[in-house]
């Protein structure tokens, strides 16, 4: 049961970042090729709430 636990937190702790920059890249290649629109910005408004660029990381030491 909890190795069922940690091997889906794993899969997230992978997915969701991998998920946020292939959204943010397509984002970019989109405006890039035809300028901003409705979908690169709400692409990147979804990479935004999966992973903000902003994000502060915390020290444990």
């Known amino acids: ?6 091997a ?3 899969a997230m ?6 998920a946020a920059a292939g959204a943010r890249r397509l984002s970019h290649t989109l405006e890039a090729r035809r300028g901003p629109s409705g979908v ?3 692409l ?4 935004d709430m ?9 020290r444990f030491f």
């Open 8 to 10: 889906q937190w794993a």
């Open 44 to 47: 990147t408004k979804g990479a």
């Open 13 to 18: 702790a992978v997915a969701v970042p991998l």
């Open 40 to 42: 690169s910005r709400l």
């Open 50 to 58: 999966l992973r903000p660029q902003k994000a502060k990381r915390r």
């Open 1 to 6: 049961m909890i190795q069922k636990r940690i």
